[in-house]
């Protein structure tokens, strides 16, 4: 079983596929966590990566899919895999499809976590996280009982740079430019699913498990 998870930032993609990995016991994979392994381990591949990250520029496509096919290529994967936040692009995507190709593979869903942009606005907005031990909370859907305190070690709350409304939609813009073309890509080869991800966390985890077969 071999998925890319779609969706937005703040879309709640990443938790889906999680709770994806866990109950088909295949693994979860986001680029990031490549390049953070390839690096730690001073493979070829990350060394090459390296170089772009040291000047601040972005990984090529190219590499960044020779990256994702090594890790592809390990033993947890015989079975599946979730990748996540890879591809981004409509050239990634090709990309991927063309390395699969060439091993004989190709995808077999892409799930797209359909949130509209202002429950995401909202969402994100109403996160705040604890200036002394990191924990999160949520002005809605998970508030401290201590108000704009931390429950667990009393040091004061506060609205990250990255959750404000306007540094939010910027993201949006970018995904909606970048990102949302591959429904229609995907659409065109006949494995997209979507599922509301507007409905409580359980609900969408069980559409997509209705998608994918007990």
Do not use: W
Not at 148 to 153: G, L, W
Not at 160 to 170: A, C, I, S, Y
Not at 174 to 200: A, C, F
């Amino acid at each position: 079983m071999k998925i890319v998870m779609l969706g937005a930032p703040g879309a709640g993609k990443g938790t889906q596929a999680k709770m994806i990995a866990s109950k088909y016991e295949i693994p979860h994979i986001s680029t990031g966590d490549i390049f953070r392994a390839n690096l730690k381990n001073g493979t070829e591949l990350g060394k090459k990566a390296k170089v772009y990250m040291d000047q601040g520029l972005l990984v090529p496509d190219e590499l960044t899919v020779d990256l994702v096919m090594d890790r592809l290529a390990q033993e947890d994967c015989k079975k599946g895999y979730i990748l996540d936040g890879f591809p981004r692009t409509i050239p990634q995507a090709e990309a991927l499809d063309a390395a699969l190709t060439r091993i004989g593979e190709k995808l077999d869903y892409a799930v797209d976590v359909d949130v509209p942009d202002e429950n995401i606005v909202t969402r994100m907005s109403g996160r705040r996280a604890c200036t002394g031990c990191g924990a999160t909370y949520h002005v809605v859907f998970n508030p401290s009982k201590k108000g704009d305190i931390c429950e667990t070690c009393g040091e004061p709350l506060v609205l990250r740079e990255d959750d404000k409304p306007e540094t939010v939609q910027k993201r949006l813009d970018v995904y909606h430019d970048q990102t949302q073309p591959l429904i229609e890509y995907y659409t065109k080869q006949g494995i997209l699913k979507r599922v509301d991800g507007t409905m409580d966390m359980n609900d969408v985890f069980a559409a997509i498990t209705d998608i994918l077969g007990a």
